[in-house]
């Protein structure tokens, strides 16, 4: 069995999908308890940033085009165009219109910072992420962000076949299902990986 400080060998954060699309108030896609999770990510990325460690962030985009995901988010047809690259959308919360594939402003990412941008819910699949990780010699992934059941859960599994120890941040992920975010939790620990409070991981980075 892996001991704890094992488990975070060589470490890398993803942010999974923290964008205005699904953060910012009025947003499509509006996920209201991903604003909670703010200062837990503000902690985790200082934390990586300070020590050196790899960050990641990832971004949800729909294509202008018909595909499957049409099916099961149709905020993403025309005319609302959720989460379309370089679409501009007015959020109440700030004034003013952003691009609503961006990552929010409270956690946007820095120049040393990889972005991922992915046209499906997991982060491996289709991108560079695997070979981004292995250049600078991860072992270890923390996962934040939001969906927990979807984006989130997808990435998680992905990391595990990719054979990265992978730890989802129970107070840095969300949801707008409290039930689904609860049984991803639970059956991701039990099966995939290790789950763990950002407070309780922060005092095992090293």
């Known amino acids: 069995m892996l001991t704890p400080a094992e488990r975070l060998s060589r470490p890398a954060l993803v942010v999974v999908d923290m964008q205005n699309d699904f953060v910012r108030v009025g947003a499509p896609l509006e996920v209201a308890d991903a604003r909670a999770t703010i200062s837990a990510h503000r902690a985790l990325l ?43 959308r007015f959020y109440p919360d700030v004034g003013k219109e ?5 990552i929010i402003q409270e956690i946007y990412p820095e120049p040393d910072d990889v972005v991922i941008e992915k046209f499906g819910y997991g982060a491996f699949h289709g991108t560079p992420l695997a070979d981004r990780l292995r250049e600078r010699g991860v072992e270890s992934l923390l996962i934040t962000g939001t969906v927990t059941q979807i984006c989130v859960e997808e990435t998680a599994r992905e990391a595990f076949h990719h054979h990265f120890k992978t730890t ?15 049984a991803t939790l639970k059956n991701f620990a039990m099966k995939f990986g290790w789950v763990e409070s950002s407070e309780n991981l922060l005092k095992l980075l090293t």
């Open 46 to 88: 200082d934390a990586f940033r300070r020590r050196g460690f790899p960050v990641v962030y990832t971004k949800f985009i729909t294509r202008p085009g018909y595909t499957l995901l049409w099916e099961w988010s149709p905020q993403c047809r025309p005319p609302t165009r959720c989460c379309w690259k370089g679409h501009p």
């Open 168 to 182: 989802l941040v129970t107070d840095a992920v969300s949801s707008y299902v409290p039930d689904l975010h609860a």
């Open 98 to 102: 952003l691009d609503c594939t961006d």
